[in-house]
């Protein structure tokens, strides 16, 4: 097997994905742009989505990342309008959407169109979580279209199987596709439940960061394995792994969490570039499929069916976001709202590559008979996935912008952290003079003062981003102090550096002095990524 599409593939999405950020343009637009580009340049390898792949070996890792970074408490306070998009929409839509694909293409038989509605009902993971974090949308908005993307996958793999059975007339009744749905959907939350305890005990035990970090690349897919494995859903099993690990992080030690994030960070990055170029690379294959079907009139019906999804989802939205509050218990819990946020949630439906490896996962035939319009069900799926994407992602900034939403109130963001940090710093500083006043824990005063020293800059830090601005440089104390800190530690560096050219000190030894001078900025320099 000749890697090398494979590792061009890995590397030109990267490229891509890394020029986006110079962009206004988000990161998956542009990757799918230059996918649809690439599928005619001459010399690019033909790369055919395989569901089997996507599904097992892809999906796992991306539901993990966006779950395990999502807050559980969050999603707990909106569990309601989570359940009622990730749920009750997927559905609606597979019925809505499907029904209608049956009145406007000829000769389509109802049990096709189902499967076609199941196929293109949930919107993205992936995508709706890259679009939330650029465009820092206010935290309900953000926890609902997260929340929603790592549920819906499940109910819509659910609802096809259903749709597909039917198709293929394998006798599905309403009785046994609500017991399947029943299955797939308790079964992956029972097979998460039972994985996360011990999961998360053995992360906790495991005395290696590089083994707690190996453990950690494992977890989606042995979730996700063992839950399709008794045929419940796997989507569920990894987004229950995840946020319980997410929630209890704290528990696992600093070295783990560091290196960790960092490789997640790195994995996510590569397989959401790859995902969306891959999209667009689809695009010669699903062409050459039309067979009977023209493509003016493929491209007729691709348009009725992108509006059906555009329309259906606000046909579900709003009802969905207003009939619940009138109840007087549910105005009372949930923070009041207005047209503007079921406005966003509604067009932000960007579909994605979960949509595209379920229609590649449609059989070419049953039983010597072939799918009714199996070609033009993908070809549907394709050009509904693009339009979302380029259409509803382009315009979700300018929407944003014209609604004039409040942005987020970064001041006040920044004074909880400073109240939080200070409250922690006082039980620090309490603890510390506990542990000195113990004999046992004797140090010399200046020792003793560096710690106290810490501690107070830890506790300061914070706050001074709330202070003055320096008038020269526009930057806050905080800021410079990490500057200034990060000039001494390249000075150190330089002279390290020269020593080993030297011959001064070996190698074994300079990488202990940077890995030294690596900790020391790392602690200097805050992320402010979000």
């Known amino acids: 097997m000749d890697a090398l599409p494979l590792v061009a593939l890995i590397a030109a999405s990267a490229a891509v994905a890394g020029a986006a950020r110079r962009t206004p343009v988000p990161a998956p637009l542009l990757l799918v742009a230059v996918g649809l580009i690439g599928a005619y340049v001459p010399g690019v390898p033909d790369y055919t989505l395989d569901p089997h792949i996507v599904l097992p070996l892809?999906?796992?890792?991306?539901?993990?990342?966006?779950?395990?970074?999502?807050?559980?408490?969050?999603?707990?306070?909106?569990v309601r309008p989570v359940a009622l998009l990730s749920v009750g929409y997927v559905l609606f839509a597979t019925v809505a959407v499907g029904y209608?694909?049956?009145?406007?293409?000829?000769?389509?038989?109802?049990?096709?169109?189902?499967?076609?509605?199941?196929v293109i009902a949930p919107p993205d993971a992936v995508a709706a979580t890259a679009i939330a974090r650029r465009l820092r949308l206010p935290n309900r908005i953000t926890t609902i279209l997260q929340g929603e993307s790592l549920v819906n996958d499940a109910t819509a793999i659910t609802a096809y199987k259903v749709a597909l059975a039917a198709t293929v007339g394998e006798g599905m009744t309403w009785a046994g596709g609500i017991g399947e749905f029943a299955l797939a959907s308790l079964g992956g939350i029972g097979v998460g439940l039972l994985l996360m305890?011990?999961?998360?005990?053995?992360?906790?035990?495991?005395?290696?960061?590089?083994?707690?970090?190996?453990?950690?690349?494992?977890?989606?897919?042995?979730?996700?394995?063992?839950?399709?494995?008794?045929?419940?859903?796997?989507?569920?099993?990894?987004?229950?792994?995840?946020?319980?690990?997410?929630?209890?992080?704290?528990?696992?030690?600093?070295?783990?969490?560091?290196?960790?994030?960092?490789?997640?960070?790195?994995?996510?990055?590569?397989?959401?570039?790859?995902?969306?170029?891959?999209?667009?690379?689809?695009l010669p294959y699903v062409l050459e499929g039309l067979g009977d079907y023209s493509v003016g009139e493929s491209l007729w019906y691709a348009f009725g069916v992108f509006v059906a999804v555009v329309v259906v989802r606000f046909v579900w939205v709003f009802p969905a976001t207003f009939l619940p509050r009138l109840s007087p218990r549910i105005r009372k819990r949930e923070p009041g709202t207005n047209w503007t946020a079921p406005v966003i949630v509604g067009w932000a439906g960007m579909r994605g590559v979960v949509s595209l490896a379920i229609a590649f996962s449609i059989p070419v035939a049953t039983d010597g008979e072939p799918f009714?319009?199996?070609?033009?069900?993908?070809?549907?799926?394709?050009?509904?996935?693009?339009?979302?994407?380029?259409?509803?992602?382009?315009?979700?900034?300018?929407?944003?912008?014209?609604?004039?939403?409040?942005?987020?109130?970064?001041?006040?963001?920044?004074?909880?952290?400073?109240?939080?940090?200070?409250?922690?710093s006082q039980a620090a500083d309490r603890r510390l003079e506990e542990l000195l006043a113990d004999e046992r824990n004797a140090l010399p005063e200046p020792l003793a003062e560096r710690l106290r020293t810490v501690l107070e800059r830890r506790r300061n830090a914070v706050w001074e981003r709330l202070g003055t601005v320096n008038e020269v440089t526009g930057e806050s104390?905080?800021?410079?102090?990490?500057?200034?800190?990060?000039?001494?530690?390249?000075?150190?560096?330089?002279?390290?550096?020269?020593?080993?050219?030297?011959?001064?000190?070996?190698?074994?030894?300079?990488?202990?002095?940077?890995?030294?001078?690596?900790?020391?900025e790392a602690a200097a320099y805050r992320e402010d990524a979000p």
């Open 58 to 78: 892809v999906l796992p890792p991306l539901l993990y990342t966006a779950a395990v970074e999502s807050s559980f408490l969050d999603l707990r306070a909106n």
């Open 100 to 118: 209608l694909a049956y009145l406007l293409v000829p000769d389509l038989p109802l049990s096709a169109a189902l499967v076609l509605g199941a």
């Open 197 to 282: 305890v011990p999961i998360h005990w053995l992360r906790t035990h495991l005395k290696e960061a590089l083994l707690q970090n190996t453990l950690s690349l494992l977890i989606p897919f042995v979730a996700y394995a063992a839950a399709e494995h008794v045929g419940a859903s796997g989507v569920l099993a990894v987004v229950v792994v995840a946020l319980y690990l997410g929630h209890r992080s704290w528990q696992v030690d600093f070295e783990t969490r560091l290196q960790e994030g960092a490789v997640w960070r790195m994995v996510a990055f590569i397989l959401e570039s790859s995902v969306f170029a891959l999209i667009g690379l689809q």
């Open 477 to 520: 104390a905080d800021d410079t102090y990490r500057r200034l800190a990060g000039e001494m530690i390249d000075a150190e560096r330089e002279v390290f550096v020269k020593l080993r050219d030297q011959r001064r000190i070996d190698d074994e030894m300079l990488r202990t002095l940077l890995r030294r001078l690596d900790l020391e």
């Open 372 to 424: 009714p319009a199996r070609n033009l069900v993908l070809f549907l799926t394709f050009t509904t996935v693009i339009g979302t994407l380029v259409v509803q992602g382009l315009t979700l900034p300018a929407l944003i912008r014209a609604l004039k939403l409040p942005p987020r109130d970064t001041h006040a963001e920044t004074l909880a952290e400073a109240q939080a940090q200070s409250e922690a």
